[in-house]
């Protein structure tokens, strides 16, 4: 009698987890629908808008304005949700070109698309994303007999534009850097003398292809203390292709000094012995008016 005293809670433990076990067999699991994304279309409202080529590399998902999840594109995304929603999409952009600072583009509007979500059954989507109606841009694009920039005093070379077909990104002309063998160093920045708004996104935008290490920052001028120069993002050589890049300027420009004036400055070094060029394209300042 003692050991089958003994002997029974283990048996009643075992019939516990034969019962639950079978119990789960029982459940259906859910069968979610699908959202697939392709891609992210970029559509400006107005030509002042400047340049449409982005690079949108992720889609923020969100049902009834629930985050779903972070997707590299192209994605098939899993939705439990079935029946009638709200699906909203924003576009997914490198911050200061760091695969570590994934981020949905904060100047861009939200995607947003009633949806009848069935089970096992894909539904394909084609979000169309761009600016809000109060961002302005500022633009150079080497389009115009013009070129808003300058040489700065301890370069040994200046920017102009290039027409030949093989270096210019879009349209008839790009931003060209040369340094030739007995050059050392190029930097160039634009005088626009732009008033950007502080305490809200205020990001750059621009298409380049460098052989050469290219740093990129923000010149901010006030008549009392000069201007003052600061280096925001390292840009590695690009192996002959053109890229795309944000870089967010909000920091730098929320620290100056209420009625300082804006600039952006490039600056290459020479890596190789038999020269470096960088050109550059579509140099844009997005901000809200």
Same mark, same amino acid.
């Given at each position: ?100 600072? =994934?981020? &949905? ?6 995607? %947003?698309?009633?949806?009848? *979500?069935?089970? #096992? $059954?894909?539904?394909? !989507? ?37 027409? =030949?077909? &093989? ?6 002309? %790009?931003?060209?850097?040369? *340094?030739?063998? #007995? $050059?050392?160093?190029? !930097? ?102």
């Amino acid at each position: 009698m003692r050991r089958i005293y003994l002997l029974y809670p283990c048996l009643l433990g075992l019939l516990t987890i034969v019962t639950t076990s079978c119990s789960s067999f029982d459940k259906e699991e859910a069968v979610p629908a699908y959202l697939r994304i392709d891609s992210i279309t970029f559509q400006r409202s107005s030509p002042l808008q400047g340049t449409e080529s982005q690079n949108i590399t992720e889609a923020w998902v969100f049902i009834d304005d629930q985050l779903q999840g972070i997707y590299d594109l192209p994605c098939e995304v899993p939705v439990l949700a079935l029946g009638a929603h709200n699906l909203k999409i924003r576009g997914g952009i490198l911050r200061n070109l760091n695969s570590d600072q =994934r981020v &949905d583009y904060p100047l861009w509007a939200t995607y %947003s698309q009633d949806v009848e *979500l069935s089970s #096992n $059954q894909t539904l394909v !989507v084609n979000p169309v994303v761009g600016y809000f109606e109060d961002v302005t841009t500022s633009e150079e694009n080497f389009e115009d007999a013009g070129v808003q920039m300058v040489k700065s005093p301890n370069s040994d070379t200046t920017i102009f534009t290039t027409t =030949r077909t &093989d270096e210019v990104f879009e349209g008839n002309g %790009s931003g060209k850097m040369v *340094l030739t063998p #007995n $050059q050392f160093r190029a !930097v160039v920045e634009t005088n626009k003398r732009l008033t950007l708004p502080r305490g809200v996104p205020v990001f750059l935008e621009l298409n380049f292809n460098t052989t050469a290490d290219l740093r990129v920052g923000l010149v901010g001028r006030t008549n009392a203390n000069g201007s003052t120069y600061n280096v925001i993002v390292g840009i590695k050589p690009t192996q002959g292709k053109w890229k795309k890049g944000y870089i967010n300027l909000s920091e730098f420009v929320n620290l100056q000094a209420f009625g300082a004036t804006f600039d952006v400055y490039f600056d290459m070094a020479r890596e190789h012995p038999n020269g470096d060029s960088c050109v550059i394209d579509n140099i844009k300042f997005v901000y809200p008016q």
